[in-house]
């Protein structure tokens, strides 16, 4: 809320999108991922953006680039993926 605003203010929303390249280890990026998913709560106190991010929408089915094989893996350990 700002102040003297008492209403909602409607606005749009951005994508949270975790950048790397296929060349990385899959053991490496699978890790991280596995530690984002562990940590989640954790996770998302580190910027406001995150606070109302879901596991469940970690993998958007419009994504903009492939996910790395390692993700792949970690996402699926969690259920997250088929």
């Given at each position: ?8 203010l ?46 469940d ?13 390692g ?6 350990t969690?259920?997250?993926l088929?």
């Open positions: 809320m700002v102040d003297g605003n008492l209403d909602d409607e606005t749009f929303g951005t994508q949270t999108l975790l950048v790397t390249s296929v060349r990385r280890p899959d053991a490496l990026i699978g890790a991280v991922v596995t530690a984002v998913l562990e940590n989640f709560t954790d996770f998302r106190r580190l910027h406001p953006s995150l606070f109302l991010l879901k596991t929408s970690l993998v958007a089915n419009d994504a903009v680039a492939p996910l790395h094989p993700a792949i893996r970690s996402f699926r969690a259920g997250l088929r």
